[in-house]
């Protein structure tokens, strides 16, 4: 029997009750359908940070480095902890150090879902470059608190980290409808976007029987919501990745639907996953988090460990608990009964 030993990070606010609810379903799918998942708890987490002053301990990503994929929760507590330490001292440091350059983010309006567009057909699958670009980290300040001082963020796009999400968003395009949409601001950024745009085109003579077109983020923006059933899938930055899909989230219903993978497609280095919805504060031992989107990351998970089948029950089940009503409405439904209704719907 298959054996999979995952690191589970149930982080900040919600992050607790949602990895709980999706390592429940995964657990029981596990079971349903022949193979073991072994879970390993790490308190890493801005509580973390403020006991010990590191969001995660200096062995921590060679501690994540043994097991066979990372489900994280949320991380985040800006009333505590500035989200620039949060996200620099844990999510960033693990996406780059395993080199999980592919962030995907699959945006559909699930059964039983109204999403606020009249269009029925919304189905996109997002890439994000997830480990260079805006995020980089290049860059300082000097002259702080003065008159003078000066902020520098610098881009940085390599020929390899462009050419390999691109080439990895072809490969989706491929498997899906063979359409690829890539985007970037060439009009006004005229070397990094520029760069981009004629990577997209030498890769394109490759993928013959897949269409290529490429957009501005902001022309992207509106046809997101405009024309949305004209896209399959998405490939962009790492900033306007991560713009566009908090835009393919609130079109399909809401971040509680907001799943995601950041993957190591070499597959050196586990690939970890993750709701995108953040640590919501607001609504932190309220048990009111809509769980599913952690359980959809949890899907993306089996399916990279080559569970499909699993995978397919788990979004099956997602769906037959959302045909009821159940988790579409946010706040109606507590995070327990959404979970029991996925549960139901597996066995």
């Known amino acids: 029997m298959k054996s999979y030993s995952i690191a589970l990070i149930p982080g900040d606010g919600i992050g607790g009750d949602v990895t709980e609810a999706a390592w429940q379903v995964l657990v029981t799918v596990a079971r349903h359908t022949g193979f073991t998942l072994t879970g390993t708890r790490f308190p890493w987490s801005c509580a973390f940070y403020k006991e010990t002053g590191a969001m995660m301990p200096p062995d921590g990503i060679e501690t994540l480095r043994r097991f066979d994929a990372i489900l994280l929760g949320a991380v985040g507590w800006p009333a505590e902890v500035p989200d620039s330490v949060s996200l620099h001292g844990l999510l960033l440091p693990i996406r780059k150090a395993f080199v999980q350059y592919a962030n995907i983010r699959p945006h559909r309006l699930l059964v039983g879902v109204d999403g606020p567009l009249r269009a029925r057909n919304f189905d996109i699958l997002c890439i994000r470059e997830n480990t260079e670009g805006e995020y980089s980290g290049a860059g300082g300040r000097v002259h702080q608190g003065t008159a003078d001082e000066v902020a520098v963020e610098t881009s940085i796009f390599t020929r390899t980290g462009v050419e390999r999400i691109l080439r990895f968003g072809f490969e989706r395009a491929r498997a899906r409808r063979g359409k690829l949409a890539s985007v970037t601001k060439s009009n006004a950024q005229k070397y990094s976007m520029v760069f981009w745009d004629e990577i997209t085109q030498k890769l394109s003579s490759e993928y013959p029987d897949v269409e290529v077109t490429s957009y501005h983020i902001d022309a992207m923006a ?104 159940i988790g579409t409405v946010p706040g109606k439904d507590k995070t327990e009964a959404i979970t029991a209704a996925v549960l139901a719907a597996l066995d």
């Open 222 to 325: 509106a046809r997101m919501v405009m024309a949305p059933d004209s896209l399959d899938v998405v490939v962009a930055s790492n900033l306007f990745g991560d713009i566009l899909t908090d835009l393919g989230a609130a079109i399909q219903g809401g971040l509680g639907f907001a799943a995601s993978a950041n993957i190591n497609p070499d597959r050196t280095a586990p690939s970890m996953f993750e709701p995108v919805h953040g640590s919501a504060p607001d609504i932190a031992d309220l048990r009111i988090a809509n769980p599913i989107a952690a359980i959809w990351s949890g899907a993306l998970m089996l399916e990279h460990l080559g569970e499909t089948s699993a995978a397919q029950a788990i979004m099956g089940a997602i769906e037959k608990a959302t045909a009821r009503g």
